[in-house]
């Protein structure tokens, strides 16, 4: 682990000269005062988690690209964050030339794709860190519930997130660095990431989630945002008096509950990526149907019934067709007042 990180750190220092694309009028996105700016003006994520991928096929692929940009400017988003970089310039293009911004996520070890165990997540920095459409870069999503993947000891990802962090820095001085942590990190986890400019939080706690802002704001004095918020669209079992099976009312009724939270805490967060904007049928079974059941880490927060039906988490279903929860939050993002 150690020469791991070592040579994430040389890879840095390596990669300086690096760059391939080029944009005139370089935003710089900073943080400040607990808010997220971009050129000095405070800039508030109204956004969803996307990972368009598509009926019947298992890896993303940006074919419906132009129709989901025409309904996430209708709903107000002003910001998409994927789990994978995006590595078609043309769809970069066309997400800037829709005024909406990307926060880029690395993972660990994913065979070299743009990753932070080669160090080959800088080639991406390098390669679009001067690209309008990019916010700011994330690393990793929910590694805390994985300890495994770090020889049993989760300090080992806090070093390397420190390092990565870094190098990220010395490469790329315009935009911020996060992570997406599961919940809400303690202060030694905070104190081993001290390069790590904002936090983003997968926040999972019934349709309520207003005590983790009065929480972050007790632990640090960092930006933070909700990474991950929302619900499914299937109840396992009848509760709360929503009943058994597909119910939109209840994921409508807990993201307009949910929405309401983030939006009367605006001095202490910076905003929201409600997961998620399609449903995606390559979770929990055959990707040419819509299965139910599936599994996250701490998923019984999800309400109303405490089970993370994978399958069945979009805003919109596979086909794009709007369900009652895209209603509720194109109100939320598109009202000035928010």
Same mark, same amino acid.
């Given at each position: 682990? #150690?020469?791991?990180?070592?040579?994430?750190?040389?890879?840095?220092?390596?990669?300086?000269?690096?760059?391939?694309?080029?944009?005139?009028?370089?935003?710089?996105?900073?943080?400040? =005062?607990?808010?997220?700016?971009?050129?000095?003006?405070?800039?508030?994520?109204?956004? &969803?988690?996307? *990972?368009?991928?598509? #009926?019947?096929?298992?890896?993303?692929?940006?074919?419906?690209?132009?129709?989901?940009?025409?309904?996430?400017?209708?709903?107000?988003?002003?910001?998409?964050? &994927?789990?994978?970089?995006? =590595?078609?310039?043309?769809?970069?293009?066309?997400?800037?030339?829709?005024?909406?911004?990307? @926060?880029?996520?690395?993972?660990? *070890? %994913?065979?070299?794709?743009?990753?932070? &165990?080669?160090?080959?997540?800088?080639?991406?920095?390098?390669?679009?860190?001067?690209?309008?459409? @990019?916010?700011?870069?994330?690393?990793?999503?929910?590694? *805390?519930?994985?300890?495994?993947?770090?020889?049993?000891?989760?300090?080992?990802?806090?070093?390397?997130? %420190?390092?990565?962090?870094?190098?990220?820095?010395?490469?790329?001085?315009?935009?911020?660095?996060?992570?997406?942590?599961?919940?809400?990190? =303690?202060?030694?986890?905070?104190?081993?990431?001290?390069?790590?400019?904002? /936090?983003?939080?997968?926040?999972?706690?019934? =349709?309520?989630?207003?005590?983790?802002? #009065? %929480?972050?704001?007790?632990? $640090?004095?960092?930006?933070?945002?909700?990474?991950?918020?929302?619900?499914?669209?299937?109840?396992?079992?009848?509760?709360?008096?929503?009943?058994?099976?597909?119910?939109?009312?209840?994921?409508?009724?807990?993201?307009?509950?949910?929405? $309401?939270?983030?939006?009367?805490?605006?001095?202490?967060?910076?905003?929201?990526?409600?997961?998620?904007?399609?449903?995606?049928?390559? #979770?929990?079974?055959?990707?040419?149907?819509?299965?139910?059941?599936?599994?996250?880490?701490? $998923?019984?927060?999800?309400?109303?019934?405490?089970?993370?039906?994978?399958?069945? /988490?979009?805003?919109?279903?596979?086909?794009?067709?709007?369900?009652?929860?895209?209603?509720?939050?194109?109100?939320?993002? *598109?009202?000035?007042?928010?």
């Amino acid at each position: 682990m #150690k020469l791991k990180l070592k040579h994430i750190f040389i890879f840095g220092l390596l990669s300086l000269s690096y760059s391939f694309i080029s944009f005139e009028d370089t935003e710089v996105v900073s943080v400040k =005062d607990r808010q997220l700016r971009i050129n000095e003006t405070p800039y508030f994520i109204k956004g &969803v988690c996307y *990972n368009p991928v598509e #009926k019947g096929r298992v890896e993303r692929d940006f074919t419906n690209i132009d129709l989901d940009l025409a309904l996430m400017k209708e709903a107000g988003i002003n910001t998409i964050r &994927v789990y994978m970089p995006i =590595d078609e310039v043309s769809v970069l293009d066309k997400i800037a030339a829709a005024g909406i911004k990307v @926060i880029t996520s690395f993972g660990y *070890n %994913q065979e070299g794709r743009y990753d932070m &165990v080669t160090g080959s997540y800088l080639d991406y920095v390098n390669k679009y860190k001067n690209h309008k459409a @990019i916010l700011l870069w994330e690393l990793g999503n929910e590694y *805390n519930y994985h300890p495994e993947w770090f020889e049993g000891d989760i300090k080992n990802w806090y070093d390397s997130l %420190q390092n990565a962090a870094d190098a990220i820095h010395q490469n790329d001085p315009n935009h911020p660095v996060a992570s997406a942590h599961g919940e809400l990190p =303690d202060s030694a986890a905070l104190a081993a990431s001290t390069n790590i400019d904002l /936090w983003g939080l997968n926040v999972y706690r019934w =349709d309520n989630p207003e005590k983790i802002f #009065k %929480q972050w704001s007790a632990l $640090s004095d960092k930006p933070m945002y909700l990474s991950e918020a929302g619900s499914d669209s299937y109840m396992t079992v009848a509760n709360h008096g929503f009943s058994k099976g597909e119910n939109q009312h209840a994921q409508a009724q807990s993201l307009n509950n949910i929405l $309401s939270d983030v939006f009367e805490h605006k001095l202490i967060s910076t905003g929201v990526l409600v997961f998620s904007f399609t449903d995606e049928l390559w #979770k929990a079974g055959s990707p040419d149907v819509q299965d139910i059941g599936g599994w996250a880490p701490a $998923s019984s927060g999800v309400p109303y019934d405490g089970t993370a039906n994978e399958e069945y /988490w979009g805003l919109l279903d596979v086909n794009r067709d709007k369900k009652e929860a895209f209603y509720v939050l194109k109100e939320f993002y *598109n009202n000035l007042d928010n």
